[in-house]
């Protein structure tokens, strides 16, 4: 079963740091780009993050850039975000997604979430 | 960046209906656009995919349309698990999704 599993959201400080991770199975983990979307309670979806499939290629969302970090490591199949200087618009359902199906423009798999709440 | 922009922002409707969303972007983007239905404390499912390719498993009564900047997502007969929001999404650069359509029960 293709199946990714988020981990490592939790509650922070405003300028505290967390590291999300994202557990891949049932598919070529190395073969395929990954993502990162957010959905802050009760707004819509927002992408964060993209990195392809050897971390050639990494981009971020204007609200995220110079403080979050995506990469990811082949041999664990594994995607991570490290998340610094959080702030409280930070504060979402973090999603990883990949585009493993018919095409690699479209996001057909997705994790559960995991919450990240920024608030002292 | 490019926007994208969705209407209505919210819709009643009734089961066996036909229905239409809108998706506009704010510039060409060929056909790199995405449907996804998230219903509530779930993940986004990918409906369809290069404006009208429909991925599988979802039922045929969802279709897509469009190209360059207006886009459609069509459900022709809606089915009481429809009721949920569709966020249309596009990859011709860096992702940006649409804010969301909400389809209510009239």
């Known amino acids: 079963e293709v199946q990714l599993v988020e981990s490592g959201g939790g509650l922070v400080k405003p300028g505290g740091s967390l590291r999300l991770s994202c557990a891949a199975s049932?598919?070529?983990?190395?073969?395929?780009?990954m993502n990162w979307v957010r959905q802050a309670p009760g707004k819509g979806l927002e992408w964060v993050s993209s990195?392809?499939?050897?971390?050639?290629?990494?981009y971020y969302a204007d609200s995220v850039k110079g403080r979050f970090t995506i990469s990811r490591d082949n041999a664990k199949n594994s995607l991570y975000l490290q998340m610094n200087s959080l702030r409280a618009e930070d504060t979402a359902v973090y999603y990883c997604?990949?585009?493993?199906?018919?095409?690699?423009?479209?996001?057909?798999?997705w994790g559960q979430g995991t919450t990240v709440t920024v608030s002292s | 960046d490019i926007q994208m922009t969705q209407s209505p922002s919210s819709l009643s409707a009734s089961v066996g209906d036909r229905v239409t969303i809108t998706c506009r972007a704010s510039?060409?983007?060929?056909?790199?656009l995405n449907w996804y239905q998230q219903k509530p404390g779930k993940a986004p499912k990918l409906l369809i995919y290069?404006?009208?390719s429909l991925q599988s498993g979802v039922p045929s009564r969802f279709s897509g349309s469009g190209s360059g900047t207006d886009f459609t997502l069509t459900i022709s007969s809606l089915q009481p698990e429809d009721f949920a929001t569709y966020y249309c999404?596009?990859?011709?650069?860096?992702?940006?999704f649409g804010q969301g359509t909400r389809l209510e029960i009239k």
């Open positions: 997604a990949s585009p493993v199906g018919p095409t690699e423009q479209a996001m057909d798999v």
């Open positions: 049932g598919f070529t983990f190395s073969s395929y780009s």
């Open positions: 990195i392809s499939s050897s971390s050639s290629y990494i």
């Open positions: 510039q060409s983007i060929s056909s790199y």
């Open positions: 290069a404006a009208s």
């Open positions: 999404q596009q990859s011709y650069s860096t992702i940006t």
